[in-house]
Every structure is written in C-alpha cells, then in structure tokens.
C-alpha cells in the first residue's frame, strides 16, 4: 500500500477562537454502577414515558425508514396548529429545540453582537451564542429567578438576541405573563426575544403562559417549544417554534433541508392526538413534585419551588452535595450535578415514577443521618 503524505508545513486549520471558547455541554450522569435498580432522574425525563399512540407510530412507520422525510414537515406543523390553536405557517420544526435556539442565534448574531441571558439559564445559550460570533452577556438573577430589570439594564448598541428560560433549567423558577409583557414591551424592536418554553406543558400557575400572544403582538418574540419533555420523545429529538413570518423565513433559508426525521413527526403527531395521556403526565408531575418538595424539605434540605418537573436541591456546600450525590448514585438514583450552571452547592432532581421518589426520600433521610455523626 502506498504511502501519503500531505503538507506538513505551515499552519494547520483553526476554528474560529469564538469556538474555541465553548464549553462543551457535559449531560448528567445517565448510569449507576453496584447496583441492579437504576433510576434515571437527572434528566427531566418523564417517568410516563412516550404514548403509546406515538409507540404504534413509531412501529408503522418503520417500513419506510429508506424514504427521506418532507423537508418541509408540514404535516407536523399542521398538528402542532390544531393542536395549539397557531398558525402552522409560523411554525418551524427542528431536530429538538436546541436546534432551533441555534438556528436564531446563527440567523440573527453576527461577530461582536451581544446576547443576553440569565445567570442561572440553559447552557446551551452560551453555547449558541458563541458558535454563532457573538458576545454572551449575564443578567444577575434575583433569589434564583430572572429579573426583567437587570435584563433590560444589560440592553446596549450590540445587543441583538435575549434568551429566556420560563420555566427555567435547572432552577424550575419562572416568570409571570405581566413580567414577560413588560420586558417584551421594553426590549429595542431589532431585539429578538426568545422565549425557551421547554416546560410549559407542565406548569399549572394561573399567572403563567407560554407566550404566543406576544410572538402574535408583534415581530420580534419567538417561543420555542419541544417533545422531549412531557410527550417523552426525547430520543427522536424534535422541537419547534412559533415565531413571526420573517423569522420563520429566515431560519428556514439556513435549516438543514431535512432536519426534521419523518420518524420524529410521526411520532410527535401521534403524541398531540393523546389528550389521556397528557393529562395522566400532569397530574402525575403534580401530585409528586409536592409530595418531593414537602418531605425533602421535612428533612431539613432546603428547596426551590418548581414549575417544571424536577427540583433543585440546596445543600450545606459542595461538599455535602457531591457526597450526596455519591450517596445517592450508590443506590441507583442519578441526580444531576448543577455546578456548571454556578450551582455547585445543588443538585437537580427530576420527578420519576413512585418507587424512585419514595426511594429518594429514604435514601437522602439515611445520609443525612450517617453525615450528621461524621460531622460531630
């Protein structure tokens, strides 16, 4: 076999040094060693699983797996229409939201323009902001909640993007409709606000909603949305947005010309058609989220009321939250480690089924009983 040799001279290729920048975004644990029971609850997963009408979607579709999917997911957009009461033609769909909150930030940031986000947000803001050039710029969080004030005040001549969690990851805190009216109302009409609504299906406040009234109300707010959460879709990743016409047609100029798998929206249509099994999803996350914040903080561990379907845990340090973790692991329940979100004292906790939650409750009561000695 011959040998090849290229150029060895001279510079080799470099990314932008933007990229380089990035954090790679580390997921939580998803594996539990010594133990035969695991219980997943470090990734906002929900303990129902898919519908089964999403299930039977999947296995007919199968025999046409060598087709490409319609590029334009129309079929998709037309559910999530009815399904919303929106106008599909101001829907785009994505390989999970994530690939939307990129599209926007690469479609609408250039080199040196700003975007904002909360202290406590998802990091994969950070991450969009900076793969498309950008400036990532923090707004200061008050008592683990975004503060529409200090959003505003960050506002300057570079800035061109807002990103939003309501309800937040990983805190579970959220905003209501008259604070998110107000900074939409105050935000510079070139200022895309984008609205990460992943947990909406799952908050009960009456304060609260989505915010399509302003992606309606205007042309510069886009809510996005996903199945990854209470329609358990995770791992077909598919993800949507409602936004203005002119923000539809630019994300769609850039897309990737098949990003949504026909896999993934016969599934996602099929689990907009299953009313049942959303409604048991909300009021399972419901009745256990209080039953999880009543009797973890009867043990002396302070909470953070949610909106989503998980809690963050506070403990003494990070000390006592990465043995708690350790603890926690041990007997098959994986938390997720919230440091790199500046959290390094917490540890986040998803609703699971019933055996996992009274599980976890136990097994935090046992380590604080063996820690406490330890410490004396």
Sequence with gaps: MTKISLRADGPRPCPRASILGIDPYVPGKSAAGGTTRVFKLSANETPLGASPLAREALRKFAGRLHDYPDGEARALREAIGAKHGLDPERIVCGNGSDEILHLLASAYLSSGDEGVFTEHGFLVYKIAILAAGGVPVVAKETNLRACVDEVLAKIGPRTKMVFLANPNNPTGTYLANAEIERLAQNLPRHVVLVIDAAYAEYVTRPDYKPGRELVEAGENVVVTRTFSKIYGLAGLRLGWCYAPRDVCDALNRIRGPFNTSGAAAAAGIAALQDEAHLA?????????????????????????????????????????????????????????????????????????????????????????????????
């Design 280 to 376: 048991k999803a909300v009021a399972h996350n419901t009745a256990w989220l209080a039953f999880l914040e009543k009797e973890i903080s009867a043990l002396g561990i302070k909470i953070t009321p949610s909106a989503g379907n998980f809690l963050l845990l506070h403990f003494r340090d990070q000390a006592q939250a990465m043995a708690a973790d350790q603890f926690l692991t041990q007997k098959g329940l994986i938390l997720r480690a919230v440091s790199a979100y500046g959290l390094p004292n917490c540890l986040r906790l998803t609703v699971g089924p019933e055996e996992a939650n009274r599980l976890v409750v136990a097994s935090l009561k046992d380590f604080l009983a063996i820690e406490s000695p330890a410490r004396a």
